[in-house]
């Protein structure tokens, strides 16, 4: 007996060490549960007191966002439609947060003053999952309700007669010969009619024809019109069909009249997502094992490399406190908007409800303070511009109501705590419930016309049936942990206090595998950066003028395979500085060539994927320089007779640059120049991006565009300012005028590489690195490099890379700097929804 105390406490013990910082007690998990509760009231209440009737609050404004009344953001405000989009995105929230009161209110608001018959085009996709999808839910839960809480009394499916009404105003999208809908269609028009100002597109996405059935079919069976699931089975049979027979793959993007594909790639990121979501949540909802066959043929789930990534995507959180839209495979920030996106939080409830490891409730946590502290403000929660400066965007989309909230209360309340049995119902991709027992209200619907036969049918739990948690995973927090174990540290810098914890409860300490790291993409003052180096082999010693000196020992690395990482990040140095000296990195600029500057103003600029190939024009593109009004250009350009035939400044934000550019053409320009609208960007800091189009064919745009920071664009502005004319070149870098005459500038830089073999199986060797930056900051400052480059010389010592102080290797990292200079290409998108597209 005292052995087997002893051993349970030695067990009781580790177990606690390792959940030192998990376990939640029923109080805490009430508190925070609370506190969740306040936050969707703070959003709520501010919708309805500073935007309702209008589709969305604008939180920094404190008013609503009505479409034609605000600047145009492009795709992004085809999910607003003049019909209350946030208030019907969150009726079935309020049931889920107990806030009945608050339902009923809606509801009957939704009722008396939402109507669609309006002359605004939208989102086919988006307005099927949040309105037809928030009005179906709406009525699920006020039926609900009625039967079995004896509440709402007066209701008489009005909820379901709307959502009739726009399902049939979305139906005109679908009268193509594929029967893939047309992305956009009108609401009042539809789309063949002269004034419905659309139905001229060709393409759709994977995502946008194929998120339909859960939403469509529901109408069906609640209606008994089956015209909805016939048209929404039609489209993803068609999707199916033409699926490459190979690997049964389907595109990302394809043509609603020919079946083509316009993008063939394929994966399970935006714009294809929600379609393999919708079938396995067709089969689940609607009792067909297609739907599950095919899923199961291309993606059938695994619980493991879900844990996998949600840990690595939280420990990117951590670093960042919200995750960034995009990133690159070393973790840092590619698109740093972060427009209050729910997905992460749905992973972590339904992680936690497969688990049950209390681990993911302290997640939870985690994003519910973060929102408190970064993203609440006086009007409600405003979406995070730059994850990186915290800056905020005045803009808070429906689906933050819609899921974020409804994820986070459910993740902490017990079954109990809900007015209803969560099982019974199934999760659109908006996060809408619809019943399971629609499965056996429509008998007679139609099948669909294709299947699949499995090439190695598995007689398992997942070949026939929906998974089942208790077979798959049974409730085990260890299975979890176990696995997070061996990504703790995959990404670096993450919160102090996990890392220590981690580190005194994982005894013996095991050597940490570090990912490798780029030179190009090294930045002297990151110290996950500089971790990663030391674990490669490096000493990291900062001398008296400022730089970084890197000495590499290979014998000091973690792991041999590190040491090896050291190596391959040395050579990729001497790489990056024989391409550059033979001029294979494309640069461009805006060279300003009128007095008194006389083309000693060159500023760093980044090109776009649309528009004239500055690269393929000798002499480049010579304009006068002028604003365009607006200056943001997302609207007809009103000082047009000024803006013919010059080059015209506008500032980023409020829509896309295509749509920029072509308002802009259309006035006459003859380029364009597009100014960041961050007010502490630089390309000192950051490195020059390349814009990205809207997703539509770009090949009607044929005047240049140049992007600028906004410390370089306020040059132009004060240049514009302070002389009557302003003339500007916009040009290949290496083609500026003057560069000729100024050859022996344009070095880059010196470098000096001493090797020595010191035995047979230890290579020490130096690389001295010195950089010289002519970087234009106006005419008074211009260095002469030294040409020489690449001597290579023979001495005894270590091997040691110099490398430049912060400042001067962020100029390494971008494209104002010759020495090391590195193309990176980075598409940007302006507040794009993963969803939109």
């Known amino acids: ?210 998120t339909m059935i859960l939403e469509f079919a529901a109408l069906s069976r609640l209606t008994n019109e089956s015209i909805f699931e016939e048209y929404a089975r039609r489209a993803m049979d068609f999707l199916w069909d033409k699926r490459q027979r190979g690997s049964d793959l389907v595109g990302t993007v394809i043509n609603i009249h020919n079946g083509d594909w316009i993008r063939r790639d394929s994966g399970v990121g935006a714009g294809i997502d929600s379609y393999y979501e919708y079938l396995l949540k067709a089969y689940i909802l609607l009792g067909d094992e297609v739907y599950l066959e095919r899923f199961n043929t291309v993606l059938k789930g695994d619980l493991q490399p879900a844990i996998e990534t949600h840990e690595m995507l939280y420990q990117v959180t951590q670093r960042h406190k919200f995750l960034p839209e995009a990133f690159t495979t070393d973790f840092a920030v590619h698109w740093a908007q972060h427009p209050l996106r729910p997905e992460f939080i749905e992973s972590t409830y339904f992680l936690y409800t497969a688990t049950k490891d209390p681990y993911y409730l302290h997640v939870g946590k985690s994003v519910v303070d973060s929102l408190n502290q970064h993203a609440r403000v006086p009007c409600g929660f405003a979406a995070v511009q730059d994850v990186r400066t915290g800056n905020h965007e005045d803009r808070m989309d429906s689906f933050f109501l819609a899921e974020m909230f409804k994820y986070l209360y459910l993740l902490f309340a017990d079954d109990n705590e809900l007015p209803f049995n969560i099982d019974d119902y199934v999760f659109t991709t908006e996060a809408h419930l619809l019943p399971l027992v629609l499965a056996t209200v429509c008998q007679t619907c139609s099948k669909n016309i294709t299947s699949v036969e499995l090439k190695n049918k598995e007689d398992n739990v997942l070949s026939h049936m929906c998974p089942s948690a208790q077979t798959m995973f049974p409730n085990n927090p260890a299975y979890a942990q176990k696995i997070r174990e061996t990504y703790r540290d995959i990404v670096l810098d993450v919160s102090s206090q996990t890392s220590t914890e981690r580190e005194r409860c994982m005894e013996p300490s095991q050597p940490k595998a570090f990912p490798s790291l780029q030179t190009k993409d090294f930045v002297a003052n990151g110290m996950d950066h500089v971790e990663i180096l030391k674990q490669m082999g490096f000493t990291v010693v900062s001398t008296n003028d400022g730089r970084i000196q890197l000495t590499h020992t290979p014998d000091q690395a973690a792991s041999s395979q ?276």
């Open 1 to 210: 007996m005292g052995f087997a105390l002893r051993l349970l406490a030695s067990f009781t013990l580790t177990w606690d060490c390792f959940h030192l910082v998990l376990g939640m007690t029923e109080q805490e998990k009430g508190t925070i549960r609370n506190q969740v509760v306040e936050m969707f009231e703070h959003a709520y209440d501010n919708y309805m007191e500073h935007a309702y009737p209008a589709d969305e609050l604008m939180p920094l404004s404190c008013r609503g966002r009505v479409r034609g009344l605000e600047p145009s953001r492009g795709d992004v405000d085809d999910a607003l439609g003049k019909f209350s989009l946030t208030l019907i995105d969150t009726l079935d929230t309020l049931v889920v947060l107990n806030k009945l009161d608050e339902f009923e209110d809606a509801v009957q608001n939704v009722i008396l003053h939402v109507q669609f018959d309006n002359d605004v085009v939208v989102s086919v996709f988006e307005t099927n999952i949040r309105v037809l999808g928030g009005l179906l839910g709406g009525h699920v839960m006020a039926t609900m309700l009625k039967n079995n809480k004896n509440k709402m009394n007066w209701y008489k499916d009005e909820l379901l007669y709307m959502a009739r009404d726009i399902g049939y105003r979305l139906l005109p999208a679908f009268n193509t010969t594929s029967g893939l809908p047309y992305p956009r269609v009108n609401l009042k028009y539809g789309i063949v009619s002269p004034l419905s100002r659309t139905g001229t597109e060709s393409d759709t996405c994977t995502a946008c024809a194929g």
């Open 562 to 837: 590190n040491g090896q990482n050291g190596l391959k990040f040395i050579a990729e140095i001497i790489e990056l500085a024989q391409a550059q000296t033979r001029g294979e990195m494309t640069s461009f600029a805006v060279q300003i060539i009128s007095p008194p500057f006389l083309g000693q103003v060159v500023l760093a600029a980044g090109p776009a994927h649309f528009g004239m190939d500055l690269s393929k024009e000798e002499h480049g593109v010579k304009g006068t320089l002028t604003k365009a009004t607006p200056y943001t250009a997302c609207l007809n350009v009103v000082n047009s007779d000024e803006v013919h035939g010059k080059i015209v400044l506008a500032q980023r934000g409020d829509c896309m640059f295509a749509i920029k550019a072509r308002n802009l053409q259309k006035a006459g320009a003859i380029g364009a120049v597009i100014i960041d609208n961050v007010e502490s960007s630089s390309s000192d800091s950051s490195p020059v991006f390349q814009m990205a189009g809207d997703g539509e064919n770009a090949s009607d745009i044929t005047i240049p565009l140049l992007f600028l920071f906004h410390k370089e664009g306020t040059i132009l502005l004060d240049a514009l300012n302070e002389n009557k004319n302003v003339d500007v070149l916009l040009i290949d870098k290496s083609k500026q005028l003057g560069q000729e005459s100024r050859n022996v500038e344009k070095s880059t830089g010196e470098i000096t590489i001493h090797i020595q073999i010191e035995s047979a199986d230890t290579q020490v060797a130096q690389l001295e690195l010195g950089v010289s930056s002519q970087s234009c900051r106006g005419p008074e400052s211009r260095e002469n490099l030294d040409e020489n480059t690449g001597r290579l010389e023979k001495v005894q010592s270590q091997r040691a890379v110099e490398l430049p102080s912060d400042a001067e290797q962020e100029e390494i990292e971008d494209y104002t700097s010759v020495p090391l200079d590195r193309k990176e290409e980075v598409n940007t998108s302006e507040e794009r929804d993963k969803d939109e597209l």
